[in-house]
């Protein structure tokens, strides 16, 4: 089975800095997706940015970008000149590139965001 | 589109109670997950559908949680009889297959407290 884990419990960044949230993942999968999710207090949960395994080429949303070392199972998410909007719950997600059962998300326990003045 | 709809947004019961959510996938979508999401174990899925069948139920706690899907707009997580262990913000989820990663959509969520 696969497993998520996202090693800082809580991040702080200043408006307009840059900070990185880590998530490292165990699969013996060679092709799966990537996501980061983020969960404001209203507890949507919205989807931040995604990676395909079989991708070298790391994914960016704007301010979002991800570090991926396939190699090492890592996969990092970057917030550049971080804004108040984008304290929240931060969640790394797996998925198996199969369909059927391969569909389910595996969640990481979040990292919780605040960004300061 | 509306998006993924839950209802209700709050529910709060005493034990023993039945407790019933509702969800309304995204028209077009073909699966649909439930989640739980709480302090300790974070979010859990509990069971998805494809096309409206259940293709893996094993992330339900017990036999006191059951799920249906009796079209392809509608779907319930029923809890009977509830729990204060139950307590937890429940979200549903859907997703097409084939479009892009087959990405997730969530729900707003229904948070659950039971007395």
């Known amino acids: 089975a696969q497993t998520v884990t996202q090693s800082q419990p809580e991040m702080s960044v200043q408006e307009a800095e840059t900070v990185t949230l880590s998530c490292t993942y165990d699969?013996?999968?060679?092709?799966?997706?990537l996501f980061w999710y983020k969960q404001p207090p209203s507890r949507q949960m919205i989807l931040v940015i995604r990676?395909?395994?079989?991708?070298?080429q790391n994914a960016t949303e704007n301010r979002f970008s991800v570090n991926f070392q396939k190699a090492a199972k890592s996969f990092s998410l970057k917030i550049s000149d971080s804004q108040l909007g984008d304290a929240a719950m931060y969640f790394c997600a797996y998925r198996s590139a199969g369909t059927g059962t391969a569909s389910k998300l595996t969640f990481g326990t979040g990292t919780r965001l605040q960004v300061t003045l | 589109d509306a998006g993924v709809i839950q209802s209700p947004r709050h529910e709060v019961t005493e034990m023993g109670q039945e407790v019933t959510l509702r969800c309304k996938p995204i028209s077009g979508h073909d699966y649909l997950f439930w989640y739980r999401q709480t302090m300790m174990r974070g979010l859990e899925l509990l069971i998805y559908f494809n096309n409206n069948v259940p293709i893996d139920d094993s992330g339900m706690p017990e036999d006191r949680f059951s799920a249906k899907m009796p079209n392809a707009s509608f779907s319930t997580l029923k809890i009977q009889p509830s729990e204060p262990r139950d307590s937890a913000v429940y979200f549903c989820a859907s997703s097409l297959a084939g479009v892009f990663v087959n990405e997730q959509f969530f729900g707003p969520g229904t948070r659950l407290t039971v007395l």
């Open positions: 990676q395909e395994a079989y991708k070298q």
């Open positions: 699969t013996s999968e060679s092709d799966y997706y």
